[in-house]
């Protein structure tokens, strides 16, 4: 009978961390939009032709970061100096980096029609270094993976981003993962749920 309290007692904690886990930063239904967030809302539709969606539905419980966290992100997704294919593996990094599954499930696709081999992205699900990268994303994935692990970078990492990139380039690369970071911080604080057709990030131990 204890055996069964204490079976009794662990699966309500669960059912109950599950219940707290889903709810931690509901999104807020636009009919619940304070003045603000309407605003903000119609500025993000207005820039971006979609409603608020993914990670900037969390940050709509401060309208004053939503729209400035998606301006920085226009630039640093679309017109980046190093290009969109590139600026994809540097997020697929990040969100490996960062066990984030909605930044995953969302890039996931979009690196592969931007010209990142699944092979690549593959190794990087699985927490390996890839094999067939170009020389370009060799120099993106070295940077942006000792920038994630180690904090910074080597002078011989940097220079030679700086040799390939260019000074901008260097920027914009080290900029992508800090903006993906700032979301996958967002989306793992709210722990915003994947779709269920999505698949979890295998978890690896710390």
């Not at 696709?109 to 170009?134: F, N, T, W």
């Not at 000792?146 to 910074?152: D, G, P, T, W």
């Not at 914009?172 to 970071?181: E, F, P």
Request: proline residues 6%; charged residues 25%; hydrophobic residues 40%.
């Amino acid at each position: 009978m204890h055996r069964i309290r204490c079976l009794v007692a662990t699966a309500g904690a669960v059912v109950v961390a599950v219940a707290s886990a889903q709810v931690r930063l509901p999104t807020i239904p636009p009919s619940s939009y304070s003045v603000e967030q309407k605003q903000a809302a119609a500025e993000f539709e207005a820039a971006r032709k979609v409603p608020v969606f993914g990670p900037f539905e969390p940050l709509l419980y401060s309208p004053q970061l939503v729209n400035r966290a998606r301006a920085m992100g226009d630039y640093l997704r679309y017109q980046s100096s190093i290009g969109t294919t590139l600026s994809e593996l540097v997020i697929l990094v990040t969100a490996r980096e960062w066990t984030q599954d909605y930044e995953w499930y969302v890039h996931y696709p979009i690196s592969l029609k931007a010209g990142i081999k699944p092979e690549v992205a593959d190794a990087i699900a699985d927490g390996r270094r890839p094999q067939g990268m170009s020389d370009d994303e060799e120099i993106v994935y070295e940077f942006s993976t000792e920038l994630h692990r180690n904090k910074r970078v080597s002078d011989a990492t940097f220079m030679r981003a700086e040799k390939r990139f260019g000074r901008q380039g260097v920027v914009d690369l080290a900029g992508i993962s800090g903006y993906y970071t700032l979301l996958a911080m967002e989306l793992n604080v709210a722990q915003y749920e994947i779709p269920r057709d999505g698949k979890r990030l295998a978890r690896f131990p710390r």
